[in-house]
Structure formats: structure tokens, C-alpha cells
């Protein structure tokens, strides 16, 4: 018989433990919502130990990549607040840092040198304030760099209002007049009190283009009552002009003789000049007059130093490490220093008084700038990625790239002739040169890899001002015909029409699309200022069907990289281009050219002097002043991957 009985075991409420575990998060929460509504401090003199050490005891041990540029005018103005942080609120930058930011980045826009920028530390804060800054040291470090861009942009700010005689005074514009020259106009407090009225593209440095007609529709083309004109001048002194109309049944030409459209030339026979100048007019055209150069035998020259230099086993590749410009101290500087006197760019003369081998002087910034110069790169004086791989391209490479060069010089006639244009496309730049000088210089855009500019010898046979565009197969079907499809309206604003068999323009209906789809019509751009290919083209027979052109995207001549286009080349000058080429050939000059540009009339210009057109790839070549040029292999050409992008 057994005594024990077990009795059932009851089941516990679950009502504590919820009741403790809400407490216990209700708790938590509290304190982290306190804590997020609590603002770090910053002890008051945390940071004078780091300002003391950098500023006084030890300025080389000063940790940040960028320098101090005023470093005097720094330590006294810490001096005088006993080293305690300027631009921080605890560890947030204060409101008047973010306004010192501001106008900072604003001074530093639209200035081609990325100098400035460095000197105000720019780049240097959009890196750090990524982030707030938490630690003592990097606070210090932004406070201390905050403090030499204020002093940098003061002395900025005092140099731009030493002289302010030099520049001209409000009320004076230069203003175009009847007898083709600028002259200096004072205006009257009423006409600037009515100035934002006359204000926009229809002014030309003073002159108000739409004063003479009194209306808007001046131009020699209307696209909306379908006459399109069409001039062709031939130099050797008689003149035609070709009427077209797209409502006829014939596109071709019809010479007129004797007919005037209402267009007068500045300096052309006794009628009044026109004082109409094209809104993108390029100014007065001045000759460089600098030394050609590009001779083989000088290149042969480099090639036996290059060898030489491989062989001696001096030279060394400038290893990985931290951007370098003026001021920076780093054990790479002296490798950089004898690097660049390895290469010619260094000069002991360049010392300045600086005694310090891995000091970043004066002497060293000269010497980086004449080496990317030569490299095509933008100088800047900081050697970054790009700069450092240009740096450690090898002697013995180097040696390779100079010989695939000669092979490419030596295919070109050794005299390349009196008058020529050489357009060097690893260079993007064209060179217009007169009895081996250099008269015009300019940037041009070249062909992308996939529609590379391809190498021609050829010649100027015509200028065309206001030039029509016909539209090649391959970018009709994959670019141009889905757009004019969606907004063929849009399309015609902008000039284009499908020209049919016979020549007849005609509008973008989906059936004259389609018929321009499938290979039986053409799709051409008028002439005008919405024109791709700008208001000059210039005509180099070649079966490539590459021109040299206008362009309306001027915005990527300021690129360092301008591989763009689709084979043909695009001038930032052009005309400038048509000055230099048309001189010779009789009475034109800037004024003339400006009035060609105008409007959406086709002027064609015959020349009678050929001027000979050279389209190389030379990614390294000597110049008129004896310096070896190199430039990357955008196409891939030299077979070289260290020399290319």
C-alpha cells in the first residue's frame, strides 16, 4: 500500500514575466531615446595637445595628406585662441564652417585649375565630412585645414582688389559699329536701368539683332514656308547661287547669276557693311607663330637616349603611396625628383633655395607640370593615378612606343609641305601650320573606340558655312529614326526632313519614315543653328567620309579625354579654321565669316588652294622646342597595354 499520492501540478501564469519583460524594454528604450537627444561634448582643451605638437614642436609629424599652405599665419592665429578648435560645436562642424564651405566651393567653380580646389582643401572635406567626425585627432586636422583655406581665400579675395583700375569701368561696353571694329560706348543710366529687357541671345555684345527687321522672321531660310536656300562660291572671282526649294520635284542645283538674297560682306565692294556678327563668334584671329617640329630624325634621337636610359638601370618606378603636389613631405618625393630629372623635367636650377630632398618645392611642381604637358595630362602638379602610371611607364617601353612612331612618320612624306593641317588624334588637338610654323592651335573631338578616326592623308577642298547634314545608314536605324517616329514634330523644328529619290524634301510622315527605314529615302538635317554639325564644315575627300566640323556641344572641348564622335572631328575653332584657310584665296575675314554663320543659308566656298590634311596617330612625337610628347593608345594600336587607358 503506498502512501504517496502525487497531486496534479499546476500550470504558472505567464502575467509576471510579461509584465517584467515590458519594464525591462520599456526601460531600454527610455535610455536610448535619452542618449540620441544627448550631444556629445567636446572637452574644451582636448585638442590643444595634438594643435601644440603639430603646429610647434614637430610640423612634419603632421598627419593629413594635404599640406598647410600658411602655416605662419595658421600657428598665430592658434597661438592667439590657445590652441582650442575654431570651427567645431562639439564635434560638429559649426554653422559658420558650413557657411566658410559654401563660399569656398562657390570661389573655387568654374576654374579650370584643380589648384585652387587644393589649396582650399576641397577635395580633402568632401573625403572627411562624409562622416562626422568622431575622433579628437581628426577634428583637429579639419579645424586646423578649415583655418588655411580661410587664410588662402582671404589673401585670394585682397589680391583680386589690388588693382581694380585695371578693370573697366560698369558703364562701358564695347559695342560693334557701322564701320567693322569694336569701339568703346559709354551708356546712360537709362539704357542700364532698361538693360534687363535687352538681355538674351539676341544680343551681340551690345548690338540688338532684332533692331534692324523689327520682326523675327529675318532669317534667309523659314523652315515653316518650305524654301530652303542654298549658295555656292567658287574663288576664283565668279559667284552662283543655288536655288533649291523641297516643294519641287528636283533637289539638284540651278545657278543664278547676278541674284542677291540681301547679304552684304564687311570690306566687299561700296555697299554699307552689315553690322550682324554670329553669337558665337570666335573673336579676332590671332597667328601662335611656335616651331612645328615632328621630324624623324629627332625621334630617332630619343630612341637611342631611351635605350641608353634602359640599359643603365637608373631608372626606378615611383612606388604606391599617397597623391603628392606642392608642399607635401614624403620619402616619394625624392624618388619623384630623380625620376623626372631621369626623364628631362627637372633642372638643378629649379631648387628655389629648397635644400629638402623629400620637401615637394616649387622646383618639383615646375617639373611636374612640363611632364604632364608633355603626357597630354592636365596640369595640374599633382601627381595622382593618372600622372603616377604615366610616371612608371618604363624607359624600355617608352623605346617601343617611339620605334611603332618612326615606322608611322616614315609612311608620311618627309616634307609634309608649306601650308598643312595635321589633326593627331591620340593628341586631340589640330595644328594648322604655314612654312613650318604653327599658326592655329586648337582641341578637337575625335571618333570613340567602336567609330575610330581613321588615318588619312587628304586635302581641304571646300568650306561650307550653315551646312546641311545627311544622315549615314547606321545612325539613322539606331538612333535617329525611333526619335522621329515618337516626335516627328520635334524633329522637323529641328530641320530634318526625308529627302526622296528625285531630291524632294519631305516631311516625317510614318510612311516617309519607313520608307527612310528601309534603305529608299534619306533623312537630312538642314542647315541652322540646331544643325549637328554646327555652322562650318570642311569637305577632305576621303572614302571614309570623314569631315572636319562645328560642333554644338562645346562642353567637351574641356575635357582631358575627348573620344566622342563617330569618326569625324569636331573643331573647337572652326572659325578660326576658315579664317586661316580662306585668307589666301582673297577678301575674306573675320567679319565675313560671322555673317556666313548666321541664319540658315548654305554658303559653299570652293578653294582653289588645296590645302594639304594629315590625320595621324602619333602617340609620341618630337616638338618644335625638342621635347618628346607622349600620349595614351585610345585605340590599342602600339599593342601596348601599359600605354593605354
Not at 6 to 26: A, D, H, I, Q, W
Not at 232 to 256: A, F, K, L, M, V
Amino acid at each position: 500500500m503506498s502512501y504517496f499520492n502525487p497531486e496534479r501540478r499546476k500550470r504558472k501564469s505567464p502575467l509576471p514575466l510579461l509584465t517584467l519583460g515590458s519594464l525591462c524594454v520599456f526601460a531600454l528604450y527610455y535610455a536610448f531615446a535619452a542618449n540620441q537627444q544627448t550631444v556629445p561634448v567636446l572637452p574644451e582643451n582636448a585638442v590643444r595637445p595634438h594643435l601644440v605638437h603639430w603646429l610647434e614642436e614637430n610640423p612634419d609629424a603632421w598627419p593629413a595628406q594635404d599640406p598647410i599652405f600658411n602655416p605662419a599665419a595658421v600657428r598665430r592665429i592658434y597661438q592667439r585662441t590657445d590652441y582650442r578648435l575654431l570651427w567645431f560645436d562639439n564635434y560638429s562642424l559649426s554653422d559658420t564652417a558650413n557657411d566658410l564651405l559654401k563660399q569656398l566651393t562657390a570661389a573655387s567653380s568654374g576654374n579650370p585649375s584643380s589648384m585652387v580646389d587644393y589649396r582650399y582643401h576641397l577635395g580633402y572635406f568632401d573625403r572627411t565630412l562624409r562622416d562626422t567626425p568622431q575622433r579628437l585627432q581628426m577634428a583637429a586636422v579639419l579645424d586646423v585645414l578649415l583655418t588655411d583655406a580661410f587664410v588662402s581665400y582671404a589673401q585670394d579675395t585682397q589680391l583680386d582688389k589690388i588693382s581694380p583700375k585695371s578693370r573697366p569701368p560698369r558703364d562701358i561696353t564695347p559695342v560693334y559699329n557701322a564701320q567693322g571694329e569694336f569701339k568703346l560706348v559709354a551708356l546712360t543710366a537709362g539704357r542700364q536701368q532698361t538693360a534687363p529687357s535687352h538681355s538674351g541671345s539676341k544680343y551681340f555684345r551690345g548690338y540688338n539683332r532684332a533692331s534692324d527687321s523689327g520682326n523675327t522672321s529675318s532669317r534667309y531660310y523659314t523652315r515653316d514656308n518650305n524654301t530652303y536656300r542654298s549658295r555656292h562660291y567658287s574663288t576664283w572671282g565668279n559667284r552662283s547661287s543655288n536655288n533649291r526649294s523641297y516643294n519641287n520635284r528636283s533637289y539638284d542645283s540651278r545657278t543664278y547669276s547676278g541674284r542677291n538674297y540681301g547679304r552684304v560682306y564687311y570690306n566687299q565692294g561700296n555697299a554699307a557693311p552689315v553690322t550682324e556678327a554670329s553669337e558665337n563668334s570666335e573673336g579676332p584671329y590671332f597667328e601662335e607663330n611656335t616651331p612645328y617640329g615632328g621630324e624623324v630624325y629627332a625621334l630617332r634621337n630619343e630612341l637611342t637616349r631611351l635605350r641608353n636610359l634602359s640599359a643603365s638601370g637608373r631608372w626606378r618606378p615611383l612606388p604606391r603611396g599617397p597623391a603628392m603636389t606642392i608642399g607635401a613631405r614624403h620619402p616619394h618625393v625624392g624618388l619623384l625628383r630623380d625620376m623626372l630629372a631621369l626623364y628631362g623635367d627637372y633642372r638643378s636650377y629649379y631648387g628655389y633655395g629648397g635644400t629638402e630632398r623629400n620637401t615637394f618645392d616649387r622646383g618639383l611642381h615646375e617639373a611636374v607640370l612640363s611632364f604632364q604637358r608633355r603626357h597630354g595630362l592636365k596640369p595640374d602638379g599633382i601627381v595622382g593615378r593618372e600622372t603616377r602610371k604615366r610616371l612608371n611607364l618604363s624607359p624600355a617601353a617608352r623605346a617601343r612606343i617611339v620605334e611603332l612612331n618612326i615606322r608611322r612618320r616614315e609612311q608620311l612624306p618627309a616634307d609634309l609641305g608649306d601650308r598643312f593641317i595635321q589633326v593627331n588624334v591620340p593628341e586631340y588637338k589640330l595644328h594648322y601650320v604655314e612654312s613650318d610654323w604653327v599658326k592655329l592651335s586648337m582641341n578637337v573631338v575625335v571618333g570613340k573606340k567602336k567609330h575610330a578616326t581613321p588615318e588619312i592623308t587628304t586635302r581641304v577642298s571646300k568650306v561650307v558655312f550653315n551646312p546641311t547634314w545627311t544622315v549615314p545608314r547606321s545612325i539613322l536605324v539606331n538612333e535617329l529614326l525611333p526619335k522621329a517616329r515618337s516626335n516627328p514634330s520635334g524633329m522637323e523644328e529641328m530641320g530634318y526632313r526625308v529627302v526622296s529619290g528625285s531630291g524632294e524634301l519631305l516631311p516625317l510622315t510614318q510612311k516617309n519614315l519607313s520608307a527612310a527605314g528601309a534603305g529608299s529615302y534619306l533623312l537630312r538635317q538642314l542647315g541652322g543653328e540646331d544643325n549637328i554639325l554646327g555652322r562650318v564644315k570642311f569637305e577632305i575627300p576621303n572614302k571614309d567620309d570623314i569631315y572636319l566640323h562645328d560642333t554644338r556641344a562645346r562642353k567637351l572641348f574641356g575635357l582631358t579625354n575627348r573620344d566622342y564622335s563617330h569618326g569625324c572631328i569636331r573643331l573647337e575653332k572652326p572659325r578660326h579654321l576658315a579664317e586661316a584657310l580662306l585668307r589666301p584665296e582673297g577678301d575674306w575675314d573675320q567679319w565675313r565669316i560671322d555673317q556666313l554663320t548666321v541664319g540658315d543659308e548654305t554658303t559653299e566656298v570652293e578653294l582653289t588652294q588645296r590645302v594639304k590634311v594629315y590625320i595621324t596617330y602619333w602617340t609620341a612625337w618630337v616638338d618644335g622646342e625638342g621635347r618628346l610628347n607622349f600620349r595614351p593608345d585610345i585605340y590599342g594600336k602600339d599593342g601596348l597595354e601599359a600605354n593605354q587607358f
